[in-house]
């Protein structure tokens, strides 16, 4: 997982797309991205290449690692921006892997509720929509966006599957 992420930012990250949030799964990934140049396709495409290569020689082995070409979607409001982070930090408890999301440490959640100092996920982007007048507080806009992710409705999950990609 940390190779993966290392890989990531080498080729994907700061210079084609900005990390908004993310999880890394035993057989999938997801990342939510502001795509910031054109060459982001040809970034993933690096990034794909170079993993495979290095884990095809690490373990002997050939082929494919991924199953097709990375997809992706566009977010066009802000109500599917939080429920999708909200998805993509719920999947290590949807997927029975753990019974928090805190729980997981291959997802930016972390980073989302002040457990940990990050440079990878720009959580602001997400955390600034908890900032209120009444709420100014760091700590308070953790909180809110924690309650808003451990109080999740599955209708509402289901309500971005058109969004997701699996």
């Known amino acids: 997982y940390k190779f993966f992420l290392n890989r990531f930012r080498k080729y994907v990250a700061g210079n084609h797309a900005?990390?908004?949030?993310?999880?890394?799964m035993p057989n999938h990934y997801h990342f939510l991205l502001e795509i910031s140049s054109e060459d982001f396709s040809k970034a993933m495409q690096k990034f794909s290449i170079s993993y495979v290569k290095s884990i095809n020689k690490r373990y002997n082995r050939t082929g494919s690692l991924f199953e097709g070409a990375f997809q992706a979607r566009r977010i066009d409001r802000n109500e599917y921006l939080l429920h999708l982070s909200r998805y993509i930090h719920l999947n290590p408890v949807l997927a029975g892997l753990v019974r928090h999301p805190e729980d997981w440490v291959y997802s930016s959640y972390r980073?989302?509720?002040?457990l940990r100092n990050g440079t990878l996920p720009r959580p602001d982007i997400i955390l600034s929509q908890f900032q209120t007048s009444e709420i100014s507080e760091i700590s308070e806009v953790y909180r809110q966006y924690q309650l808003f992710v451990e109080d999740y409705r599955l209708e509402e999950l289901d309500s971005i599957n058109h969004l997701t990609i699996e």
């Open 18 to 24: 900005q990390v908004i949030a993310y999880v890394l």
């Open 111 to 114: 980073e989302y509720i002040g």
